[in-house]
């Protein structure tokens, strides 16, 4: 079954730049598309990047614009956030999400941001 | 950048009512419209996609309808399960954007 195992979250001061993780297995990696979503505390989904299959297109919100880059390895079956000059309006659970229907989504990791 | 406007915020409900949440969309998405479940402390769980096709697995009380502008997803039957909050996300264009969620309450 497709499972979705993201990492590398954290507590980071402002300023600073982390780098989350998303394992997949279950499926054909290179075959799908893949999205960051994130939700900070007590508060609504936001969509944050996707990247295509192989990795040629990619599309961000404009909160994160410039500073966050998504990538991805289909030799691991891993997808990256790369994220830069983090702010205190990050701090947030971020999921990676299948497809571009976002079908299947993992656990999710907090990444938080704070002096 | 496409606004997802989805109501009510919140709705208060009794098991076995049957409930609808609404979702407009500020131009156009065909029918490119998905609606998720979440409980507390848990990701996102898809129920519907393509405005009305179910997911494998989700109980047939669930249904999605609508086309261009306005979507609704409709609980024909309120479950003890079922209380939880919803969203409508809209992948006809990048970038993707999200309603503000439906917090399903027990009344």
């Known amino acids: 079954q497709v499972q979705l195992v993201e990492s590398g979250g954290g507590v980071v001061q402002p300023g600073r730049s982390l780098r989350l993780s998303c394992a997949a297995s279950?499926?054909?990696?290179?075959?799908?598309?893949m999205n960051w979503v994130r939700q900070a505390p007590g508060k609504g989904l936001e969509w944050v990047a996707v990247?295509?299959?192989?990795?040629?297109?990619?599309y961000y919100a404009d909160s994160v614009k410039g500073r966050f880059t998504v990538s991805r390895d289909n030799s691991k079956n891993t997808q990256y956030l790369q994220m830069n000059s983090l702010r205190a309006e990050d701090t947030a659970v971020y999921y990676c999400?299948?497809?571009?229907?976002?079908?299947?989504w993992g656990q999710g990791t907090l990444v938080t941001v704070s002096s | 950048d496409i606004q997802m406007t989805q109501s009510p915020s919140s709705l208060s409900a009794s098991v076995g009512d049957r409930v609808t949440i609404t979702c407009r969309a500020s131009?156009?998405?065909?029918?490119?419209l998905g609606w998720y479940q979440q409980k507390p402390g848990k990701a996102p769980k898809r129920l519907i996609y393509?405005?009305?096709t179910l997911q494998s697995g989700v109980p047939s009380r669930f249904s999605g309808s609508g086309s261009g502008t306005e979507f609704t997803l409709t609980i024909s039957s309120l479950q003890p399960e079922d209380f939880a909050t919803y969203y409508c996300?809209?992948?006809?264009?990048?970038?993707?954007?999200f309603g503000q969620g439906t917090k399903l309450e027990i009344k």
């Open positions: 279950g499926f054909t990696f290179s075959s799908y598309a």
């Open positions: 393509i405005t009305s």
């Open positions: 131009q156009g998405i065909r029918n490119d």
């Open positions: 990247i295509s299959y192989d990795g040629s297109d990619k």
């Open positions: 999400a299948r497809e571009t229907t976002l079908d299947n």
């Open positions: 996300l809209q992948h006809n264009v990048y970038p993707y954007t």
